[in-house]
């Protein structure tokens, strides 16, 4: 989606634009913490045993160290419930490389770009509780947009059943959030989602979709922001409600092995159509948060 934009801020207005989208990000990853290491402790422990676990936080500065070109904070939990979570926040600038640059709206005329966002996967220890994704973003080139998104992955064999319970109230979370900002754009970022998310060499969906949407410039910063927020605080409400739904469901090692398939399914998507993961790797991102995303255990049988 390109959406008509107005012409680019002045300098002053454009930092402005960039702290604030940098501090929303940052704050967003606190309460999202927060609540996943809340999780942590209330899971109960007949079925995880041992200690809630908390996060780690791990600073990362972008490039050789020679001149200031931004950096990141990965936050990763390996806990009991939360088999592998990573809530990372990143704040990039510098150039892109001429060929990547080719390929990246308003970069054409003009490579130096800035980008700040947050991006996580939530990979559970029990297969009963979907794993998770969501991430959001602000770029700016000669240019400046939002994109991001949401999407829920089931593990178990209702993978596909748009039917099921967790599914329709992640929709229905993501409905409303999409709807108070504009009429269509529920439909057609679910749409998006659904196209986005397919894995086409096997011709199927990597999970029951969400929403995605990129290039977002309708020409008011601060209703695109606004909506961007919305996204942040409807993960924030949703996710971990579902979450206490189905952690005190018992699994079996059958329902496992179908988990680990699925995450495979996970992996082959991120390393071959992963927009995020591309741009990352492109832009000189940190390789381990970037590829974070990676299932801590994956079959293909």
Not at 40 to 56: M, Q, S
Not at 137 to 158: A, C, E, H, K, S
Not at 276 to 291: M, W
Request: aromatic share 12%.
């Amino acid at each position: 989606m390109t959406d008509t934009a107005a012409s680019p801020p002045d300098p002053h207005a454009l930092a402005v634009r960039r702290d604030r989208t940098r501090a929303w990000f940052e704050a967003l990853r606190d309460r999202i913490c927060a609540e996943f290491e809340q999780l942590e402790t209330e899971a109960p422990d007949d079925l995880y045993p041992g200690e809630p676990a908390r996060f780690e936080f791990t600073p990362w500065r972008r490039g050789d160290g020679s001149e200031d070109q931004g950096g990141g904070v990965m936050g990763m939990m390996h806990g009991r419930l939360f088999e592998k979570v990573g809530v990372h926040v990143s704040t990039v600038y510098g150039e892109f490389n001429p060929d990547f640059a080719k390929n990246i709206r308003g970069a054409q005329t003009d490579p130096r770009f800035f980008a700040t966002g947050i991006s996580l996967i939530a990979h559970m220890r029990n297969p009963h509780v979907p794993a998770v994704h969501m991430n959001t973003r602000f770029i700016t080139t000669t240019v400046n947009w939002f994109g991001g998104g949401m999407d829920l992955n089931p593990t178990q064999d209702y993978q596909r059943r748009q039917d099921f319970e967790d599914a329709k109230d992640f929709h229905a979370a993501a409905r409303a959030a999409c709807d108070a900002h504009g009429a269509d754009y529920f439909e057609r970022f679910k749409t998006w989602a659904d196209e986005y998310f397919w894995l086409r060499h096997r011709n199927e969906p990597r999970g029951v979709g969400g929403i995605f949407y990129d290039h977002l410039d309708t020409g008011d910063f601060e209703a695109d922001f606004a909506f961007t927020r919305d996204v942040g605080e409807a993960f924030l409400d949703i996710y971990p409600r579902i979450v206490r739904r189905r952690m005190a469901t018992a699994w079996t090692e059958a329902d496992r092995h179908e988990q680990c398939v699925r995450r495979g399914r996970y992996a082959e998507f991120n390393l071959l159509y992963d927009r995020g993961t591309k741009f990352g790797l492109e832009t000189g991102g940190n390789v381990n948060s970037i590829l974070s995303s990676m299932p801590p255990e994956a079959r293909w049988p």
